[in-house]
């Protein structure tokens, strides 16, 4: 829990610090920050020698699956915790759709348990906006809030009752807690498993269009905008959703969305030799919407860029294209895509991995000011790398980025001033 970081420069655009220096951590917590080159150091406690190297404040996914309790199979909280900090996040947020899901505070109390007890990354569990994730009565959100949960969705199945949801963001403004919707319409995209588009035309798969996530987006932005409360959309694809949530947020609206890398890497392209590691809900879009992604992540539209890590058994994802789950892992990969593929200043990736995730979910902020808890992600912007799935940490390998050379990897996770990992060229 005692700890140097030398000689790194120093990133944290909520502090506006920007500064090569070092940090002194003691018992888990910063103790010092900025101490003097020539200046002697505690000679007692390891060194991590960060020269050249970006220390930022921990990373935080918003968007994750661990699967435990119900398919330990696919992942479980300490393999999932694994991978990620090898993917540079000291905390991640988790997704409620386990088996039974997280609808009660029992559950959300054994999540925290077994992740303070196996994960070497924090773990904020999500709880269900219903109960059993039916999208028929609302779940007992109070206590599990008492309990620990940072916000509510039913992730992967949205909730069709426009009146129900009015009264889950109602409900949730009480406690100023995010409310999360996968948009999706079901009667829009009922038994699709592809983007609807030139691509499923020619592979003969039934399509899932872009007003599917459209015209929920709209209907959501609706009632936050009547309720007042805290509204997030999980996984944004298509431009015109970006268009109406950039509308809304001139209007001051408390709306908030997050984008995945897989849906600026990729386009339904990658679908094209029916690969069902490309299968994920929302579909990999069209070029253009991949464009107006990229755009709303420059021009400061989208606030965050999360996983949607969803590992899946090996047996479910060899299956025929139509039948196979939806999702990939993705917390390992997701920093290098970012890095790789988009064009942003450190300040701004710094923005959408760390800071403006703990603003969405209003956690405790960590960063770097003393007394904050010592959770930093050190990236080493020049490092090439290549991406080999199964090297993985996860207990799943359904990811299409296996063998994709990317240039910038997290180097080092600390968590609670503990070197969790690290790997140096």
């Given amino acids: 829990m005692d700890l140097v970081v030398r000689n790194g420069r120093l990133v944290d655009p909520a502090r506006k610090i920007d500064t090569v220096a070092n940090i002194v951590i003691r018992g888990g917590k910063i103790q010092s920050i900025g101490v003097g080159a020539g200046s002697a150091l505690p000679s007692n406690i390891p060194v991590f020698d960060a020269t050249g190297l970006i220390v930022a404040p921990g990373f935080f996914d918003i968007h994750v699956h661990l699967r435990e309790p119900g398919t330990e199979e696919a992942e479980t909280i300490a393999t999932g915790g694994s991978a990620a900090v090898a993917g540079g996040f000291t905390a991640v947020a988790a997704m409620p759709n386990t088996k039974p899901p997280n609808d009660n505070p ?26 059993e994730q039916k999208g028929e009565t609302l779940a007992e959100i109070g206590e599990m809030f008492e309990a620990g949960i940072v916000g509510i969705s039913d992730d992967g199945k949205p909730v069709m009752d426009a009146q129900l949801f009015r009264r889950a963001l109602e409900y949730a403004r009480m406690f100023d807690m995010p409310v999360i919707q996968h948009c999706e319409d079901l009667h829009l995209s009922k038994d699709g498993v592809m983007h609807e588009g030139i691509y499923s035309t020619r592979l003969g798969l039934k399509g899932i269009p872009g007003a599917a996530e459209e015209t929920m987006v709209s209907r959501d932005l609706i009632l936050a905008e009547i309720t007042g409360s805290k509204y997030h959309v999980a996984h944004l694809s298509t431009r015109r959703s970006l268009e109406n949530l950039r509308k809304a947020k001139s209007r001051d609206l408390r709306v908030t969305a997050e984008v995945t890398p897989h849906h600026f890497a990729l386009t339904d392209s990658a679908v094209a030799d029916y690969d069902t590691n490309a299968k994920m809900n929302p579909p ?118 296996h063998g994709w050379p990317m240039k910038g990897k997290a180097v080092g996770t600390i968590v609670g001033g503990k070197l969790v990992f690290q790997d140096r060229a």
């Fill in 106 to 131: 029992s559950i959300t109390y054994y999540i925290i348990s077994e992740a303070r007890r196996s994960s070497p990354a924090r773990v904020f569990p999500i709880g269900a906006i219903t109960k």
């Fill in 284 to 401: 990999l879009r069209s070029a253009d919407d991949v464009a107006a992604i990229v755009e709303g992540i420059s021009d400061g539209t989208i606030d965050a860029i999360a996983s949607d890590h969803a590992p899946h058994h090996i047996n479910l994802k060899m299956l025929e294209f139509d039948r196979a789950p939806f999702g990939i892992t993705g917390m390992e990969t997701a920093v290098g895509l970012a890095l790789t593929k988009l064009q942003l200043s450190i300040t701004r990736l710094i923005e959408l991995f760390s800071i403006n995730p703990q603003k969405i979910m209003k956690v405790a902020p960590w960063g770097l000011f003393e007394g904050s808890d010592a959770d930093l992600t050190v990236l080493d912007l020049n490092r090439t790398w290549t991406f080999d799935v199964n090297q993985s940490r996860s207990r799943s390998r359904n990811s299409p980025f």
